[in-house]
T-cell receptor, first 113, second 110 residues
Framework: NAGVTQTPKFQVLKTGQSMTLQCAQDMNHNSMYWYRQDPGMGLRLIYYSASEGTTDKGEVPNGYNVSRLNKREFSLRLESAAPSQTSVYFC????????????FGPGTRLTVL | LAKTTQPISMDSYEGQEVNITCSHNNIATNDYITWYQQFPSQGPRFIIQGYKTKVTNEVASLFIPADRKSSTLSLPRVSLSDTAVYYCLVGGGSNYQLIWGAGTKLIIKP
């Protein structure tokens, strides 16, 4: 039982490049989340998915797209990376909708040059 | 949206009780208060959750006054392994709006 897994662990991009961050959970959870964490700012919700095929914008969705491929997987795509998107990205899942307990992945550290 | 405010850092010693307070003046009627712990290079981990009054589990207690505009996480008899960043999270009552505090870095000294 791996919990929540994220790939890659580290990534360096140049401005304008695109990439997809992958997230998968094996706990049969319904809800999934993408956050970014910046120094001194805590976590900010980018997108939320209540179930397969449904997604909702969070606090900071601009510059990102998401896809809930199936119940297990929730990917985050940066179409044209910008230095302001340099951050640590966390994926999380919960059995039920908020405020149910969230289980987090190990994070992806992204640097955009 | 509720805004959460917590101290940036705190120090304490092994064996002491530590209390970390979070302010959330604009908390909505249906919002819950949740606390998470985060170690370096890891994702946050759930500690405790409450709506009002007092909640206790095997690792912590959460005190919420009647007006719910603040909450206090209490860690009894801390050890060096409790050194971490602690986050207050408010929301989830009627939708997925989730507001995290900036975190409190707790350092436990021997």
């Amino acid at each position: 039982n791996a919990g929540v897994t994220q790939t890659p662990k580290f990534q360096v991009l140049k401005t304008g490049q695109s990439m997809t961050l992958q997230c998968a959970q094996d706990m049969n959870h319904n809800s999934m989340y993408w956050y970014r964490q910046d120094p001194g700012m805590g976590l900010r919700l980018i997108y939320y998915s209540a179930s397969e095929g449904t997604t909702d914008k969070g606090e900071v969705p601009n510059g990102y797209n998401v896809s809930r491929l199936n119940k297990r997987e929730f990917s985050l795509r940066l179409e044209s990376a910008a230095p302001s998107q340099t951050s640590v990205y966390f994926c999380a899942s919960s059995q039920k909708a908020p405020p149910d307990t969230q289980y987090f992945g190990p994070g992806t550290r992204l640097t955009v040059l | 949206l509720a805004k959460t405010t917590q101290p940036i850092s705190m120090d304490s010693y092994e064996g002491q009780e530590v209390n970390i307070t979070c302010s959330h003046n604009n908390i909505a009627t249906n919002d819950y208060i949740t606390w998470y712990q985060q170690f370096p290079s890891q994702g946050p981990r759930f500690i405790i959750q409450g709506y009002k009054t007092k909640v206790t589990n095997e690792v912590a207690s959460l005190f919420i006054p009647a007006d719910r505009k603040s909450s206090t996480l209490s860690l009894p008899r801390v050890s060096l392994s409790d050194t971490a960043v602690y986050y207050c999270l408010v929301g989830g009552g009627s939708n997925y709006q989730l507001i995290w505090g900036a975190g409190t870095k707790l350092i436990i000294k021997p």
